[in-house]
């Protein structure tokens, strides 16, 4: 068990922004397969970013997909750093995912990621957690999931998370404890 | 008949919580402001162990990736058409006597709102 909280992800360092924009001129020049290389520089912290938030890998994917390709159609629109900009169309289309949605159960399904653990004991008592989790994330206010999901699923700093959301860290903090609070809430019954 | 005992409230009702809320020190341990040494009462350990558990399978989240027939699925759907910075979109050519003329124009109807206005 970790004696410190998670380390976070990193921002992209300055030269590889210079890399991104570089790829977006060679895009905005005719080289589609150029684009290639930005799905795959960040489609991972996107899609954990979806799948975070939506809790189902299919509507992950679908809005992984509908992003990039937004993204292609408005490549001439980018300014300052891609990552941000294109982490923001992810994150809206989340946020309207919710909004328009009445889901009545969604759960990390289809989990094709190997497993770490030895017993079968083990693995029942974690996926048993995994529902509870997400049960409770889907009772949260989607600026509460969204500050949780970015700080503990995807490990981001609240610098990064900062810049990202365009807010500020105080505030981000505050959400992230209200979110801490809540699911705390909702979990501690079963787990405390 | 009216019933004169006096009413008794009902005995409140005790909300049990099985763990305490995360406090300030629970928070800035989560936050990875200080270890989790530094959280002194036997509540915040507690409470701490509650959030290891949590934080342990946020974690394998953060391992997941994208599946790989994703990557190539929207490369073959972007459109044809790249995409076209704003600026390489040509603007409808200006000639000298255009500019001047435009000009002329503006300040000849500048003139005739000023002329109208002071009478």
């Known amino acids: ?192 | 008949m009216i019933d004169e005992t006096p009413e008794v409230p009902p005995p409140e009702k005790k909300i049990h919580r099985k763990t305490p809320p995360a406090t300030p020190a629970v928070q800035a341990w989560l936050d990875g402001e200080q270890p989790r040494e530094g959280l002194a009462t036997a509540d915040e350990q507690e409470t701490a162990e509650l959030w290891a558990r949590i934080n342990s399978e946020a974690e394998s989240l953060r391992k997941r990736h994208t599946p790989i027939h994703v990557r190539s699925k929207i490369l073959s759907s972007l459109p044809d058409i790249p995409a076209v910075p704003d600026e390489a979109v040509p603007a409808a050519p200006l000639n000298k006597t255009a500019v001047v003329a435009g000009g002329i124009a503006i300040v000849l109807i500048g003139a005739v709102i000023g002329f109208l206005l002071v009478r």
């Open chain 1, 1 to 192: 068990m970790p004696t410190t909280a998670p380390a976070t992800a990193a921002a992209p360092p300055v030269d590889q922004a210079d890399a991104d924009q570089e790829i977006i001129a060679r895009v905005l020049a005719g080289s589609k397969d150029a684009f290639g290389i930005l799905i795959q520089r960040y489609s991972d912290p996107l899609y954990r970013h979806a799948l975070g938030m939506t809790g189902s890998p299919d509507v992950a994917e679908d809005i992984l997909q509908a992003s990039f390709i937004k993204a292609y159609q408005h490549l001439g629109e980018v300014r300052g750093r891609f990552d941000a900009w294109v982490f923001r169309i992810v994150a809206n289309a989340c946020k309207d995912w919710l909004k328009n949605i009445r889901r009545t159960h969604v759960s990390y399904e289809e989990d094709d990621q190997p497993s770490s653990f030895s017993t079968p004991e083990e693995e029942m008592d974690r996926n048993e957690l995994r529902t509870d989790l997400e049960y409770a994330l889907n009772r949260l206010p989607e600026s509460l999931r969204e500050a949780f999901v970015m700080k503990h699923v995807e490990g981001r700093s609240y610098e990064e998370m900062a810049e990202l959301l365009e807010t500020t860290v105080g505030a981000l903090k505050m959400r992230v404890h209200r979110a801490r609070e809540a699911l705390q809430a909702l979990l501690e019954e079963k787990y405390a």
